[in-house]
């Protein structure tokens, strides 16, 4: 039965012609589905190749076949994009070498569909709760995270050099890719009960591991008049959930299920310890969690996301708020293990004591580079907390991806920036 006419525009993702017959599947990239084409052999070309671009007219139509509900008679074949195809299948890590092209392969064009719905999701979810979306800066003279994997950014050509009135600098002062939205995110807390940014982040870590990118994108939120750890974990444990939830309704080709499990720091070095297997990197109280610590944590608790809470206090950034629990001196700081990846997510009550944060920043020697930050706490403070989630360490858990770099269009990292 003819259902209506139609014109079909995509990509061939198969051809078998027969004596009388030719039979394409021709995909529009709007899901993993292609629709089979049937056309006169009379139709065939030379061009007409897996992944040539094509326009087909014709009769949408019931099929008689019962592997699909629907096909295209085709009266109309134009190949308006001819492609030379790889004759051999390849893998992910041989793909990844051409990112011009592999969006035509079907793993990763669900893949860059399944970022889309993510997206939407998330954005969804926050404005659903209230919160204002901060387009945070790329460009900023602040380090974060205080660990100095920053990307300097300077002029090409003769911009560079100094200026008329002596400046050494584009700015005035040294400016970096940011690697955290999080300190502009406190700036626009104070008058905001929710605020959130979503957006590319840069680390200038020199590593090629499965884990680890240069650029990367990160969810970051703050959340004002908050001061318990209990809450920042129910917004990322409700991030995660309505996410998934989404693509799990959008994308039926993800699989993830949360189930909430909570221990602290000190109980995770326990478990570590009481384990017969043996690590690489040491497991005393006060050295930091490795992945490898976390991918046997969560496993410990049954392969399910894992919130690890109350780190050591030296081990975080100077703004993360004293717990004051002599004599283990914790930070109030929570972690979200998932399967896979180890940690997706990482948050903090904020510290909103001036007294202590001015210690802190004394201690640290950045004082004076974070006077403005001291402000914040001096003109109508509230105690408030934040996280940060990464996305493409999100889509590594729910779609069960090895390597981070194949779940981003473009993957930079050390000693590659292909296109």
Same mark, same amino acid.
């Given at each position: 039965? *003819?259902?209506?006419?139609?014109?079909?525009?995509?990509?061939?993702?198969?051809?078998?012609?027969?004596?009388?017959?030719?039979?394409?599947?021709?995909?529009?990239?709007?899901? #993993?589905?292609?629709?089979?084409?049937?056309?006169?052999?009379?139709?065939?070309?030379?061009?007409?190749?897996? %992944?040539?671009?094509?326009?087909?007219?014709?009769?949408?139509?019931?099929?008689?076949?019962?592997? /699909?509900?629907?096909?295209?008679?085709?009266? /109309?074949?134009?190949?308006?994009?001819?492609?030379?195809?790889?004759?051999?299948?390849?893998?992910?890590?041989?793909?990844? /070498?051409?990112?011009?092209?592999?969006?035509?392969?079907?793993?990763?064009?669900?893949?860059?569909?399944?970022?889309?719905?993510?997206?939407?999701?998330?954005?969804?979810?926050?404005?659903?709760?209230?919160?204002?979306?901060?387009?945070?800066?790329?460009?900023?003279?602040?380090?974060?995270?205080?660990?100095?994997?920053?990307?300097?950014?300077?002029?090409? %050509?003769?911009?560079?050099?100094?200026?008329?009135?002596?400046? /050494?600098?584009?700015?005035?002062?040294?400016?970096?890719?940011?690697?955290?939205?999080?300190?502009?995110?406190?700036?626009?807390?104070?008058?905001?009960?929710?605020?959130?940014?979503?957006?590319?982040?840069?680390?200038?870590?020199?590593?090629?591991?499965?884990?680890?990118?240069?650029?990367?994108?990160?969810?970051?939120?703050?959340?004002?008049?908050?001061?318990?750890?209990?809450?920042?974990?129910?917004?990322?444990?409700?991030?995660?959930?309505?996410?998934?939830?989404?693509?799990?309704?959008?994308?039926?080709?993800?699989?993830?299920?949360?189930?909430?499990?909570?221990?602290?720091?000190?109980?995770?070095?326990?478990? #570590?310890?009481?384990?017969?297997?043996?690590?690489?990197?040491? *497991?005393?109280?006060?050295?930091?969690?490795?992945?490898?610590?976390?991918?046997?944590?969560?496993?410990?608790?049954?392969?399910?996301?894992?919130?690890?809470?109350?780190?050591?206090?030296?081990?975080?950034?100077?703004?993360?708020?004293?717990?004051?629990?002599?004599?283990?001196?914790?930070?109030?700081?929570?972690?979200?293990?998932?399967?896979?990846?180890?940690?997706?997510?990482?948050?903090?009550?904020?510290?909103?004591?001036?007294?202590?944060?001015?210690?802190?920043?004394?201690?640290? %020697?950045?004082?004076? *580079?974070?006077?403005?930050?001291?402000?914040?706490?001096?003109?109508?403070?509230?105690?408030?907390?934040?996280?940060?989630?990464?996305?493409?360490?999100?889509?590594?858990?729910?779609?069960?991806?090895?390597?981070?770099?194949?779940?981003?269009?473009?993957?930079?990292?050390?000693?590659?920036?292909?296109?």
């Amino acid at each position: 039965m *003819t259902l209506r006419a139609l014109l079909l525009s995509g990509w061939v993702r198969s051809v078998r012609p027969q004596k009388e017959n030719l039979f394409l599947h021709v995909n529009d990239g709007s899901s #993993l589905q292609s629709l089979q084409v049937v056309a006169s052999s009379e139709l065939n070309h030379r061009l007409l190749t897996f %992944g040539s671009a094509v326009e087909i007219s014709g009769s949408l139509v019931t099929s008689p076949s019962r592997k /699909q509900d629907v096909e295209l008679q085709a009266d /109309q074949i134009d190949v308006v994009g001819e492609c030379n195809p790889i004759k051999e299948k390849h893998g992910l890590e041989y793909i990844r /070498q051409f990112p011009h092209l592999r969006c035509k392969t079907n793993v990763f064009s669900s893949l860059l569909r399944i970022r889309s719905e993510a997206t939407t999701a998330i954005q969804q979810y926050f404005k659903e709760k209230g919160f204002i979306q901060v387009h945070t800066p790329v460009l900023t003279s602040n380090d974060c995270e205080g660990a100095g994997e920053l990307f300097q950014v300077e002029p090409a %050509g003769q911009e560079k050099n100094q200026d008329e009135e002596g400046h /050494q600098h584009f700015f005035s002062v040294p400016a970096y890719l940011t690697v955290s939205g999080q300190l502009h995110l406190e700036v626009t807390a104070g008058a905001f009960p929710g605020v959130y940014t979503f957006g590319p982040t840069f680390r200038a870590e020199n590593s090629q591991s499965r884990r680890h990118l240069a650029e990367f994108y990160m969810v970051e939120a703050e959340i004002s008049f908050t001061q318990s750890l209990e809450d920042l974990m129910k917004v990322m444990e409700d991030l995660f959930r309505s996410t998934t939830e989404h693509l799990l309704s959008q994308c039926p080709e993800d699989v993830a299920l949360y189930h909430k499990h909570v221990i602290t720091y000190t109980e995770a070095i326990n478990i #570590l310890n009481s384990s017969s297997k043996k690590f690489a990197f040491k *497991t005393d109280w006060g050295s930091d969690l490795q992945t490898e610590h976390e991918k046997y944590l969560v496993k410990h608790c049954g392969d399910v996301p894992l919130f690890v809470t109350d780190y050591p206090y030296a081990l975080k950034p100077f703004y993360t708020r004293d717990n004051q629990d002599q004599p283990l001196h914790t930070a109030a700081a929570v972690d979200l293990l998932v399967p896979g990846v180890g940690e997706m997510c990482g948050g903090s009550l904020r510290e909103e004591r001036l007294d202590l944060l001015k210690t802190r920043l004394a201690q640290a %020697g950045l004082d004076e *580079t974070y006077g403005w930050y001291l402000d914040l706490r001096r003109f109508g403070s509230v105690p408030h907390g934040g996280f940060g989630m990464g996305f493409e360490r999100y889509l590594q858990c729910v779609l069960g991806v090895d390597n981070i770099k194949d779940v981003i269009p473009f993957p930079r990292y050390s000693h590659s920036c292909l296109l």
